[in-house]
């Protein structure tokens, strides 16, 4: 999996409803991002992995075994799971909502920790699924409010579930160009009201980071500029809900 990608495209392995024993498998061949959508199991995976590190410091092991797991979470989070998560991550990828942005600073301020984020932007047309829409991410830039236990990497999205390929360019296109919309307003862009000034408040983000593209539609993805795909069941099988 990991060969057919560009080298600039980082594999998440999305492990959620797979056993430990999946992830260690895959950690085996050498992946080191894994990512969950659901609190608890995230949680139960954190303990899980420190537990058998325990075992192998125990036992003799040395070197950096199952320290070096980066856990990302990628699904619907609840201001009130934050501390479930956010003390174990090294990126949340699903921030959906600027209500979500301030809670995550203010459990930031609170705990001593930056957390890097993405965030999530609504660019399918199935209109169930969650995200900033143009006009909440154009209040969030234009708002020139600091955040310094929160700093932005970039945007994540969805497409369209659907088998038609030029549906699925279309919406990786917009996430695209939302991501271009926040990498220029932090950059000094002319066009721009208020450009340059998020970057003055918020001088330790660095956008690089666009995380489009699935089991199904990851080729899609690459084409149109993704830094990062999140596979889980070209890589672990079908999952068992
Ligand atoms: C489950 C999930 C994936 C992985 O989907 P596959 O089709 O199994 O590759 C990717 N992103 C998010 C946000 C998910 O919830």
């Given at each position: 999996?990991?060969g057919?990608?560009?080298?600039?495209?980082?594999?998440?392995?999305?492990?959620?409803?797979?056993?430990?024993?999946?992830?260690?498998?895959?950690?085996?061949?050498?992946?080191?991002?894994?990512?969950?959508?659901?609190?608890?199991?995230?949680?139960?995976?954190?303990a899980?992995?420190?537990?058998?590190r325990?075992?192998?410091?125990?036992?003799?092991?040395?070197?950096?075994?199952?320290?070096?797991?980066?856990?990302?979470?990628?699904?619907?989070?609840?201001?009130?799971?934050?501390?479930?998560?956010?003390?174990?991550?090294?990126?949340?990828?699903?921030?959906?909502s600027?209500?979500?942005?301030?809670?995550?600073?203010?459990?930031?301020?609170?705990?001593?920790?930056?957390?890097?984020?993405?965030?999530?932007?609504h660019?399918?047309?199935?209109?169930?699924?969650?995200?900033?829409?143009?006009?909440?991410?154009?209040?969030?830039?234009?708002?020139?409010?600091?955040?310094?236990?929160?700093?932005?990497?970039?945007?994540?999205?969805?497409?369209?579930?659907?088998?038609?390929?030029?549906?699925?360019?279309?919406?990786?296109?917009?996430?695209?160009?939302?991501?271009?919309?926040?990498?220029?307003?932090?950059?000094?862009?002319?066009?721009?009201?208020?450009?340059?000034q998020?970057?003055?408040?918020?001088s330790h983000?660095?956008?690089?980071?666009?995380?489009?593209?699935?089991?199904?539609?990851?080729?899609?993805a690459?084409?149109?500029?993704?830094?990062?795909?999140?596979?889980?069941?070209?890589?672990?099988?079908?999952?068992?809900?």
């Amino acid at each position: 999996m990991k060969g057919e990608l560009p080298a600039t495209v980082k594999l998440v392995a999305v492990s959620k409803f797979h056993p430990f024993e999946s992830i260690l498998e895959a950690y085996s061949a050498g992946q080191r991002i894994f990512a969950e959508s659901r609190p608890q199991e995230l949680a139960a995976k954190v303990a899980e992995a420190a537990r058998l590190r325990q075992e192998y410091l125990a036992a003799g092991g040395t070197g950096d075994y199952l320290n070096d797991i980066q856990w990302h979470f990628i699904g619907h989070l609840q201001t009130n799971k934050l501390k479930m998560v956010l003390p174990y991550v090294a990126l949340v990828q699903s921030v959906d909502s600027l209500h979500l942005v301030e809670a995550i600073e203010r459990w930031g301020n609170q705990n001593g920790k930056v957390t890097d984020i993405l965030l999530e932007c609504h660019v399918s047309s199935d209109q169930s699924k969650q995200g900033f829409s143009n006009e909440e991410l154009l209040d969030f830039l234009s708002s020139g409010t600091e955040y310094p236990h929160v700093h932005v990497r970039g945007v994540m999205g969805m497409a369209t579930l659907t088998d038609d390929e030029e549906v699925i360019r279309d919406d990786f296109r917009r996430l695209a160009e939302k991501f271009d919309l926040l990498h220029d307003w932090i950059g000094e862009s002319p066009n721009l009201p208020h450009a340059g000034q998020l970057e003055k408040e918020n001088s330790h983000w660095d956008v690089s980071e666009i995380s489009m593209g699935m089991s199904d539609d990851y080729h899609i993805a690459v084409e149109e500029g993704s830094t990062m795909v999140r596979i889980g069941s070209m890589i672990f099988g079908a999952r068992q809900y």
